[in-house]
């Protein structure tokens, strides 16, 4: 066999792997979003109070702990298929289990959207094809924090 030199398997044999104990501190430092109360606490630490009209996604993995967020603004003409298609393409390239969705909304106005629940049905059935489950939504209005129904059954037309 002839020796080939690929430098990216170099980088991957010369890299330095973290130990046991830098593998299980990481895991047991990461942040679970196990409740409502919970994910508020971190959106409304982490700034979202003041992000009127923004859209935050929180990836988690299969015990909630959170992988990573994504700030998003979605655009009032974008079709729920393409709105989806980009949250779950998110929830993918990090091997999300889950998704909550958190939106800062004014007046309630997206509370009462059927886009949203369009949206919410979609995610439900593409997301479950794939085993990536929305898990919540919360949307903060002018009257504090409000979850959305996401177990709610998708239709089928």
């Not at 004014?106 to 049905?121: F, P, Y």
Request: hydrophobic content about 45%.
């Amino acid at each position: 066999m002839s020796k080939a030199n690929y430098p990216a398997v170099r980088v991957l044999v010369e890299a330095d792997l973290p130990s046991g104990d830098t593998a299980d501190s990481a895991w047991l430092q990461r942040v679970e979003l196990r409740s409502p109360e919970r994910v508020a606490d971190i959106l409304e630490s982490s700034g979202f109070l003041k992000l009127s009209g923004k859209m935050k996604i929180m990836f988690v993995d299969a015990r909630c702990g959170l992988i990573r967020t994504e700030l998003v603004a979605t655009p009032p003409r974008a079709e729920a298929d393409e709105i989806v298609g980009r949250i779950l393409q998110a929830a993918a390239r990090c091997d999300a289990h889950g998704i909550i969705l958190a939106s800062h909304a004014q007046a309630g106005l997206l509370v009462r959207s059927s886009r949203w629940r369009e949206i919410h049905d979609k995610l439900h059935r593409k997301g479950e094809a794939i085993e990536v489950f929305l898990l919540d939504h919360l949307i903060l209005t002018q009257r504090g924090w409000r979850r959305l129904r996401t177990a709610r059954k998708a239709k089928h037309i």
